[in-house]
């Protein structure tokens, strides 16, 4: 789901900041990570801050700079892929098993001369992450944002977008920034990420005093706090709390308020602020007495969420304490309760909570096999355009000329780049990619030896012919058992086949 920022009103009173990726700045702490500005020719500063273009991240799509004057530097450019099968990669250098909040911001601003802003996907890995639908927003003049938390598998981090059954043509998915902020590892710790990710639906501070996002530098990581204020009485507090005493380490400043209720009463609240879908979530609300510290500055209440248990009699102290669960059922409108224990001098009260939608992930190309791709790509001058992000998944969205096989192992059992007038040489890596069933690169203007393939033990169709390869005919060949076509004419190799291949029964040679 998108979360709106105000694109007036509220961005102009954001402090934005630097994603620090070199040397730390002296004027602000640090912030690991990317800050990336879409469509950027240049970086940008901004209050002393630098945006990093997108050169080097990306080597597909168009740039453009809206029209609209009274937007904030960050927004005021963006980049479109244009309507075709395929996905379109951002692919960032991390380290692998680093744990990453990933944000990505879009704005319409009628780039394609349209109305209403187009849907697609955005991919994170191997895995569709969300719909890009912000629709609703651009039609009441805010920009939107989509998060995701995962871990990386490898040392390279892909966020991809692609266009779905939603649409339409022309229409160009399109990008206007990209957050990649390095976490804690001890972040969120009790989600298995190497089989899920946490997609946020809301992260919000109740009874903020003052109704500002709390981010960065208050929050360390860069998430966002949005305020959430309802009917609800709202108490400041006496106290000061230290961030890292908590699990998921919120800021500070959301303890500077919460929202309470009479002694002796409920305090209910309807968060978020919007119907869910049915699903597994993991919900985290932080608690703190606001009183200031003594032997009786404690709160015992039992907490709720949608009628059902989800912490008895819980004490809350002026050192504060989060409560989480890691797959909480929920659906529709979904109410959060806290009942005060009977002896209760004061009523419960709440800070902050987050909440995230529990993403079981699709997998990823076995590694050898993405490696190998890599390194022909690599070996290539002028590969496909969609040759990033994952080779395989999602299944919908593989790279162009290749077929994977399903199952626990997800491996490349066919490439077919006939006909592209590729360039360059074929690396002996290609030898790695062992499920390959079919290999087809006719057609093209590859030069060098053919290396030696005689790992490919299920390969059946070798067909690289009309090319310049150049040396010996490759003995490893007759290694190969499966083999029924060998397409070599139209080279520069010396020699022939062995005999072993050319006697063999049901075999086709050219």
């Known amino acids: 789901m998108s979360i709106p920022i105000f694109l007036l009103l509220c961005l102009l009173t954001i402090h934005f900041f630097s994603i620090i990726t070199g040397q730390p700045s002296t004027s602000s702490p640090s912030l690991h990570g990317y800050l990336i500005n879409c469509g950027s020719k240049i970086d940008i500063q901004q209050d002393g801050i630098t945006y990093l273009k997108d050169e080097g991240y990306t080597l597909t799509g168009n740039v453009t700079t809206l029209k609209q004057t009274d937007l904030l530097p960050v927004l005021t450019t963006l980049r479109y892929f244009p309507y075709g099968p395929g996905k379109h990669c951002y692919e960032l250098p991390v380290i692998k098993g680093g744990k990453f909040l990933i944000r990505t911001t879009y704005f319409y601003g009628g780039f394609d001369g349209g109305v209403d802003p187009p849907i697609f996907d955005q991919i994170i890995g191997g895995t569709i992450w969300s719909m890009v639908n912000t629709t609703d927003d651009y039609k009441n003049g805010l920009s939107s944002y989509y998060e995701i938390i995962v871990t990386a598998v490898s040392k390279t981090l892909s966020m991809c977008?692609?266009?779905n059954q939603h649409t339409k043509s022309p229409s160009s998915p399109f990008i206007s920034s990209l957050e990649v902020m390095n976490l804690d590892p001890s972040l969120y710790n009790s989600t298995d990420f190497t089989k899920f990710g946490l997609v946020t639906i809301a992260r919000s501070n109740f009874a903020s005093s003052d109704g500002a996002i709390v981010r960065f530098p208050d929050d360390p990581y860069n998430r966002y706090w949005q305020p959430f204020i309802d009917e609800n009485p709202t108490v400041q507090s006496h106290t000061n709390v230290t961030s890292s005493e908590y699990w998921n380490r919120p800021p500070a400043k959301v303890f500077l308020s919460g929202a309470t209720a009479s002694r002796g009463k409920n305090l209910t609240i309807q968060w978020p602020p919007f119907p869910l879908p049915s699903n597994r979530y993991y919900v985290?609300?932080?608690?703190?007495?606001?009183?200031?510290?003594?032997?009786?500055?404690?709160?015992?209440?039992?907490?709720?969420?949608?009628?059902?248990?989800?912490?008895?009699?819980?004490?809350?102290?002026?050192?504060?304490?989060?409560?989480?669960g890691t797959e909480w059922s929920l659906s529709g409108v979904t109410e959060i309760t806290l009942t005060p224990r009977s002896d209760m001098p004061v009523g419960p009260m709440i800070n902050a909570g987050e909440i995230y939608q529990v993403l079981p992930l699709a997998g990823t190309t076995l590694g050898r096999d993405a490696i190998a791709l890599q390194r022909l790509k690599q070996s290539i001058k002028n590969p496909p355009g969609d040759w990033s992000g994952d080779p395989c998944m999602p299944k919908d969205h593989p790279w162009s000329g290749i077929s994977c096989s399903e199952g626990n192992q997800i491996r490349v059992v066919s490439l077919n780049l006939s006909g592209l007038s590729l360039t360059g040489t074929l690396p002996k890596d290609i030898a790695r990619l062992t499920a390959l069933k079919e290999l087809r690169l006719s057609m093209n203007k590859l030069t060098g030896p053919i290396p030696d393939l005689s790992s490919l033990k299920v390969l059946e169709i070798l067909h690289l012919d009309e090319n310049e390869f150049e040396g010996p005919f490759p003995d490893?060949?007759?290694?190969?058992?499966?083999?029924?076509?060998?397409?070599?004419?139209?080279?520069?190799?010396?020699?022939?086949?062995?005999?072993?291949?050319?006697?063999?029964?049901?075999?086709?040679?050219?």
């Open 284 to 324: 985290a609300l932080y608690f703190q007495d606001s009183r200031s510290t003594s032997a009786y500055s404690w709160r015992v209440f039992t907490v709720f969420i949608g009628g059902e248990t989800f912490y008895q009699d819980l004490n809350v102290t002026t050192k504060g304490v989060t409560v989480y």
């Open 476 to 510: 490893s060949l007759a290694t190969l058992p499966n083999l029924r076509e060998v397409f070599l004419n139209m080279n520069k190799l010396s020699g022939g086949p062995p005999q072993s291949l050319t006697d063999r029964k049901g075999i086709v040679i050219q």
């Open 161 to 163: 977008l692609a266009i």
